[in-house]
């Protein structure tokens, strides 16, 4: 079974949490969750909606092999939800050996351009994220794109809130195929 880690910090995007957690399940890939900070409870940005993590992230790092046992990470933007990503040394050193190990990167809305690409993650490739997001990528400022959802190797990006289907359904088609993706967009009415 493909399993997918969703890392979630105080201050995330809502939507761009639960779609893909619920989007992804429905396809029959396992979603662990994973609270950035020592406390399961993390609280969204707009509707200050508590989730509880399955894990927090030091106690996964103390478990497993995280690069070797995940295929994807997702990260949801918001603010400060992003910024917060950004600052955890934790997350940083998972997205570095997860890209190295080509597994699949996967960020919306603020994340791509507030903690990727500090990371190089973006080097070279196509990206999108939220308008006004990419002026802090001057570098890569070539490289980004209006579409909803950008898909360049092991990296998927996507804008905000309102993509976050598209965005669900991407995921889903790099990690399974496109007849489960088109299957999960049918049930959901995209």
């Known amino acids: 079974m493909k399993k997918a880690l969703v890392l979630l910090a105080d201050g995330f995007e809502d939507v ?5 957690i619920d989007y992804l399940c429905r396809a029959g890939i396992e ?3 994973a609270s950035i900070t020592e406390n399961l409870t993390v609280t969204s940005r707009w509707g ?14 103390e478990q497993l092999s995280m690069n070797n046992d995940f295929d994807a990470v997702i990260l949801p933007g918001g603010m400060p939800g ?3 990503l ?7 050193k998972l997205l570095r050996e997860m890209y190295d190990a080509d597994k699949l990167i996967c960020a919306i809305c603020a994340s791509p351009a507030v903690v ?8 070279g490739r196509r990206f999108t994220c939220y308008p006004g997001q990419e002026e802090k990528t001057p570098g890569l400022i070539h490289n980004w794109s209006e579409d909803f959802v950008v898909i360049d190797g092991n990296v998927i990006t996507s804008r ?5 289907g598209e965005f669900s359904i991407a995921i889903i088609e790099k990690m399974l195929d496109k007849t489960a ?3 999960i967009a049918d049930i959901v009415l995209m």
């Open 181 to 183: 993706a088109d299957k």
């Open 82 to 84: 992003a910024v917060n």
């Open 160 to 164: 905000a809130a309102g993509t976050a």
């Open 16 to 20: 761009e949490a639960i779609t893909p």
């Open 86 to 92: 950004a600052a955890s040394e934790k997350v940083s």
């Open 48 to 61: 200050g909606i508590k989730l509880t993590a399955s894990v927090t992230l030091t106690s996964l790092d």
């Open 116 to 123: 990727l690409a500090p990371l190089g993650i973006l080097d």
């Open 31 to 33: 979603v662990i969750t």
